[in-house]
């Protein structure tokens, strides 16, 4: 009989091993259940904080980029601006000594023509001299002997021929 009661039920003992069960179950859920839920929910609060405080510090980066950005693309406009009007600058620079050159050049022109002028003058003053000297030496050589009308054609041929040598020789 010995297995017989091994093998059956008693009911004060189920009713013991739940009652003991029960026991055990609110002995865990007050001192070991609600501290581990206060923990979690602290680490969940402080995971949630993390998560914010990363998500501000990434909009902050993205905002800090795009205000880098727009800080580097006015930049980039200024320098843009800064090289058109230094262009623009050497280009009046360049067109006024083109200017300047030239006036001078014209200055140089207009007095080498001057100059030249001046030298056809003295030319012409030398030349009227020289036919004074020679229609002197033609006077006193027509005084010094008389001349018929055939002689006196050739001495004004002659001075002419030698005047044109003259003229074709300067």
């Known amino acids: 009989m010995q297995t017989l009661e091994i093998i059956s039920v008693n009911i004060w003992h189920i009713v013991v091993s739940l009652l003991n069960l029960l026991l055990l179950f609110l002995i865990v859920k007050k001192f070991l259940f609600k501290p581990v839920k206060k923990v979690l929910d602290s680490r969940k609060e402080h995971i949630d904080t993390q998560y914010s405080e990363a998500e501000k510090a990434l909009n902050n980066a993205k905002a800090s980029e795009r205000e880098l950005n727009e800080k580097l693309s006015a930049a980039h406009k200024t320098a843009d601006d800064i090289l058109k009007e230094a262009t ?83």
Do not use: C, P, Y
């Open 88 to 170: 623009a600058q050497a280009e009046n620079r360049r067109e006024n000594i083109v200017k300047e050159a030239e006036n001078e050049a014209s200055i140089i022109i207009r007095q080498a023509k001057a100059s030249a002028e001046l030298e056809k003058k003295k030319a012409e003053d030398e030349i009227k001299e020289q036919i004074v000297d020679v229609s002197s030496a033609l006077t006193e050589k027509l005084i010094e002997r008389e001349i018929n009308t055939e002689d006196h054609r050739k001495l004004i041929d002659s001075f002419i021929s030698e005047m044109g040598e003259l003229s074709d020789a300067e």
